[in-house]
Structure formats: C-alpha cells, structure tokens
C-alpha cells in the first residue's frame, strides 16, 4: 500500500509538471496580440489595462481600430525565458509590411487547485499619435471622434496613446467654406506619428469673398453709393 501511494504522490507530480509546463506564458500574450489584430480594442483594454486615465484613452477602443486602414499582423509569438515569478515572452508582429518586435514581461499569478500555474500579462503595447491642428474643431482617427477646440500648429498638440495601426485622420464639421487634408498616420513603438490637419479657404469660400468685392467696387463707381464713407 507504501509503495502504492507513493508511486501515485510521483505520478501525481510528474503529470502537475507536465500540466505546468503546457501552460505556456506565451499563450496569454498571443491571445493579446491577436485581439489588436482582430480589431477588438475593447476586449484588449479588458485584459491589460493601459493604466492611463479614461479621458486619454479616446484611440484605445473598437471605434478608432475599426476605421483602420491597416491593423497588426501577428508573426509569433514565443517564450525566451521563464522562471517562478516571471516569464519573457516575445513577439513578433508586421504593419503593413514592416516587421517588428516586442518583449514583454509576464507575471506569474495565483496557482489554480493551488499546484497549476497561471500566467498574468499587465503591460500593454502601445504607441502613441500627435494630433496638430489649425481651424479645426474635431477629428476623427479611424472612426474615434477626438476633440481639438481651440488648439492650433503654436500651440501644444494633443497627443494620445494608440494600438500600432495606420490611422485615417480627418477632420469634421468645417463645413461649406473650410476644407482640410486628410492624413494617414501610421502609429507604431518606437516612430514619432504626427498628423498635420490644416483647414483652408474652399473654392466656395473664395467665390462668395470675390464676390462681396464686386459688389463693393461696382458701388464704388455707381451713383449715389460713390459718395458713401466706407
């Protein structure tokens, strides 16, 4: 019976080890990553939290990735090293092409049954996005409406943090007599990204001005509005 049971206790550890190494820190930064990649935002603030106050994180949602014009391609992902506390995990990702990577540092957590290990991550990726403006009142990065009232090119820009992606910026509401550029930023670790949108005169604009001028000279030269002090 002795060695019956002690031959379980060794079976019984030698299947928990087996279990434990399975559990791979790898798969909880892989299923991060993939989230960015499928757009879903949201459900990736969920699980890292970006540890920045809610008012800055108007490009951490599934609004500005869904406008995206290009998204995170996952390469892999792999564990380098790992010990009781802590595990380095790297991936391996593309933006439209460009290949880069990433470390990250993975937490260990509470075991589960109090043998298996779990595997936490709390750092997020992410990079960041300059917003410069001049005559514009809102934009929107993807389809993210961010406010930019008041600000203008000499003045601070706003600046917010963003998942890695290629972001349209455009600006709204500038209506029949302003018109502005839109941009495509590229927003990854590492890169300074800054969109530039400027509002300039349209044509309609330029027309209506012209023709208020015309009024004023053919006034100027007709009788009896020639005398007039203006």
């Known amino acids: 019976t002795v ?44 699980m890292v939290d970006p540890g920045i106050p809610n008012s800055d994180r108007l490009l951490l949602t599934d609004s500005a990735l869904a406008g995206e ?9 792999k564990t380098i090293s790992r010990d009781e506390s802590t595990a380095i995990v790297e991936a391996r990702l593309s933006l439209d092409g460009e290949a880069f990577s990433h470390t990250f540092t993975v937490d260990k957590g509470d075991n589960e049954y109090g043998v298996l290990h779990t595997w936490t991550l709390n750092e997020p990726l992410l990079a960041s996005m300059t917003i410069a403006t001049s005559g514009v009142g809102e934009v929107t990065v993807g389809e993210a409406s961010v406010s930019v009232e008041g ?3 000499y003045t601070a820009p706003i600046t917010l943090p963003a998942y890695p992606g290629i972001y349209p910026v455009v600006a709204t509401g500038l209506g029949a007599y302003l018109e502005a550029e839109p941009m495509s930023v590229k927003a990854i670790l590492g890169h300074q990204s800054t969109a530039t949108i400027v509002a300039e005169p349209t044509q309609a604009l330029k027309d209506a001005v012209m023709q208020k001028v015309n009024e004023r000279v053919a006034s100027c030269v007709a009788i009896p509005t020639n005398m007039e002090d203006w």
Not at 19 to 36: F, G, H, I, K, T
Not at 69 to 77: E, G, N, Y
Request: aromatic share 2%.
């Open 3 to 46: 060695v019956g049971l002690g031959a379980l206790v060794v079976g019984g550890v030698v299947v928990v080890n087996i279990l434990n190494e399975q559990r791979d820190p790898a798969q909880q930064v892989e299923a991060y990553v993939s989230l960015l990649a499928e757009g879903r935002a949201d459900d990736a603030t969920a």
């Open 69 to 77: 014009s290009v998204r995170l391609t996952v390469v892999d992902v």
């Open 151 to 153: 600000q203008d090119l």
